[in-house]
């Protein structure tokens, strides 16, 4: 069986361990290019969101590919009721597909739940994964499975670790060749490293040579967070714009607390009962849900960074009335620069915004 | 006896324009000229126009066309309009809160306490009350927008034109025209509702506080001004080099980050370049960047990669 696989940051490791543990062909399709998001906006309504365009295209890219199954993420911070692809995600996307390519798709959505994945210990996660079984024909199904999140845990905290490495190094000079070594490290991390000792070894030759990479002397650090929608802060969806290298680029620390590694070891920061306690005061709604996800983050980084860019899709609720939330209590946030995309927006759309925004840091720090 | 100056550019969407300052930021020189979708032509005749006895030192350059022209004439400087208007703010009106810009083809607010820019917001909605909209509508009903500001203070009725939407504002401007409204009500109806759209959109949950500046061409347009100070209840103080900020902030950044270094400037004389432009795809990838490239004398620059592989 073919699986269709592609760039979700640090969980792509544990998806990729366990779908080799199932022993399915992975084909891996990295982040989104703009062909898949053209194919995307083709076989779309208007009326979807820019992260279901992406997916839309994914899936398409994936068929065309001759995938028997097709791996998607589901609705961000389990807030399926409100959210966009957690309605696509029972069976109209799947529907349309299946009109557009007139076959039988085989369509998994994977569990984005960060709050189910704490709770429930890695119950939610194999729940959700064992709907993958009627494809496998391996033995000892639920052990394998086991062994293979156990695995797929460990390789994700290192690919945890190097992105955050990258993230908080802004004085290297050649930011391209950070990017080359971690797109080489995520390839070889799915392929390559089959055991611990091995991934272990990818993970300090990647280390080493950013390590060796010639740095700047910055003068003054500034660190920028990042929170929002998370196709952008975490899975790099839009082909046309890498949000967390231009802002690397301009020597500037990202501040990006979020990682599954965290998740599915139980020790998110931003879950904390302090910071719970502190969004009850500016959001009185259950933590739950992407939008509490990205005020919990922005609660938990306020302190920590020069300024926040809050990253949303237009048309997305969740993340407009996060929106709304810091615009009414901006006096407790450093800071904050609100950048909404869609299918149309351009390159140079955000980096006038983000440009302007780290000259005026810089000036009110001055 | 040559004084020694620097040049700061902007080339937006519908115009140039151009300032020339001493090394105190003192301007000697500013030029404001329409582009007509020609930017380095008029660029060209905007240069003929700086004498002789000044010699460029430094040059600065933002808008749109910040970083092609940029790298054509060699620059010292780039950055974007935000910065730059911030700069020659900060520098010519230090009390002023809140900045309204209103260009060809985008709108910002910048919030400046204590002299320094603290908050600031850009269009997000199609159009919201840009100088080109207005062009065209102007050129539409066939009245110079010279003219715009004036005929609209002659209203004394208060209409509604939908300002939302480019489209929907044209189509409800053309079916009052077709329902008998007079063109001055019309035109006062569009100031009012581009004014009103912007506070709502750009300037949405921004703190607005007095004093009020307005910069940008559209500063220019009477109807507008009114339009904002009504809506506003407080005076929109109009600068005098309202429509060439971006230009002053410019210069007033290249001087600021002048450490004695040698211009990167090729000379105000353009005949002297030697430019040549190629646009290519990539195929590095499925991402099939457009690629330009421009060689200006010995040096080749290209735009347009997303993983930097020409830069």
Redesign the interface.
């Known amino acids: 069986m073919k699986i269709m696989l592609c760039y979700y940051n640090d969980l792509t490791v544990l998806l990729s361990t366990v779908f080799k543990e199932l022993e399915f062909d992975i084909d891996y399709l990295g982040k989104p290019s703009k062909d898949c998001l053209e194919l995307g906006i083709k076989n779309s309504p208007e009326s979807w969101c820019f992260d279901t365009k992406i997916m839309m295209g994914q899936a398409l890219e994936g068929i065309k590919r001759k995938n028997n199954i097709i791996s998607l993420p589901g609705a961000w911070g389990g807030g399926e009721r409100n959210c966009f692809v957690g309605y696509l995600t029972r069976g109209v996307m799947q529907k349309r597909l299946e009109k557009l390519t007139r076959k039988k798709i085989n369509l998994w959505f994977f569990n984005l739940n960060p709050a189910e994945i704490m709770m429930s210990g890695y119950t939610a996660a194999y729940k959700n994964i064992s709907e993958l079984k009627k494809y496998s024909k391996i033995k000892f199904f639920r052990s394998r499975l086991m062994k293979a999140m156990v695995l797929g845990v460990k390789k994700m905290n290192l690919a945890s670790d190097l992105k955050q490495k990258i993230l908080t190094s802004p004085e290297i000079i050649d930011k391209q060749a950070v990017f080359k070594i971690y797109d080489r490290f995520m390839d070889e991390m799915i392929f390559v490293g089959d055991t611990q000792q091995k991934s272990e070894e990818i993970y300090k030759k990647a280390k080493s040579e950013i390590d060796s990479l010639k740095k700047v002397k910055l003068k003054k650090i500034i660190k920028i967070g990042l929170v929002g929608d998370y196709a952008h802060t975490l899975f790099s969806f839009n082909p046309f714009f890498d949000l967390e290298r231009f802002i690397l680029e301009q020597n500037i620390v990202v501040n990006q607390p979020l990682s599954f590694a965290s998740y599915y070891n139980f020790l998110s920061p931003i879950y904390s009962i302090k910071n719970r306690k502190e969004l009850s005061k500016i959001f009185p709604q259950n933590v739950s849900g992407s939008d509490a996800v990205t005020l919990l983050t922005s609660l938990y980084i306020k302190d920590k960074v020069d300024g926040i860019i809050h990253i949303r899709t237009f048309g997305c609720m969740p993340e407009e009335i996060v929106n709304e939330v810091l615009l009414n209590n901006k006096e407790k946030f450093p800071p904050i620069l609100s950048l909404s995309y869609d299918a149309h927006t351009t390159e140079e759309n955000f980096k006038v915004r983000i440009e302007a925004f780290i000259d005026m840091i810089k000036n009110k720090s001055r | 006896m040559t004084k020694q100056c620097i040049i700061g550019i902007d080339c937006g969407s519908v115009s140039v324009k151009v300032a020339v300052l001493n090394l105190k930021g003192k301007v000697l020189l500013s030029f404001y000229e329409r582009s007509k979708g020609k930017p380095l032509d008029k660029l060209k005749e905007l240069f003929k126009k700086i004498p002789g006895k000044y010699e460029i030192v430094g040059v600065g350059i933002t808008g749109?066309a910040r970083n092609f022209i940029g790298k054509i004439i060699g620059v010292d400087l780039i950055?974007?309009?935000?910065?730059a208007h911030?700069s020659a703010l900060e520098k010519f009106y230090p009390k002023a809160k809140t900045i309204i810009e209103i260009g060809g083809q985008d709108s910002k607010i910048i919030i400046f306490r204590k002299g320094?820019?603290?908050?600031?917001a850009?269009n997000?909605v199609c159009a919201a009350g840009t100088g080109s909209f207005l062009d065209q509508q102007a050129s539409r009903l066939g009245i110079p927008i010279e003219n715009f500001g004036k005929i609209a203070e002659k209203s004394k009725k208060d209409i509604t034109v939908g300002g939302r939407c480019t489209v929907f504002a044209e189509s409800d401007m053309i079916q009052k025209q077709q329902a008998g409204y007079e063109i001055k009500d019309i035109i006062k109806g569009l100031s009012n509702n581009l004014v009103k759209n912007y506070l709502h959109n750009v300037a949405?949950?921004k703190d607005l506080e007095p004093p009020f500046v307005l910069i940008g061409g559209v500063a220019a347009n009477k109807g507008i001004v009114s339009a904002f100070e009504r809506y506003l209840k407080a005076k929109v103080i109009i600068p005098k080099y309202y429509n060439t900020m971006g230009a002053i902030g410019m210069a007033l950044l290249v001087l600021k980050d002048k450490e004695k270094k040698k211009t990167n400037f090729r000379g105000l004389d353009f005949s002297k370049y030697k430019i040549k432009k190629k646009v290519f795809q990539c195929k590095g990838?499925?991402?099939?960047c457009d690629i330009i490239k421009i060689k200006a004398g010995k040096e080749i620059t290209h735009f347009g990669s997303?993983?930097?592989k020409f830069?």
């Open positions: 749109s950055k974007n309009e935000i910065t911030a320094i820019p603290v908050d600031f850009m997000t949405k949950g990838c499925e991402n099939n997303k993983c930097g830069e």
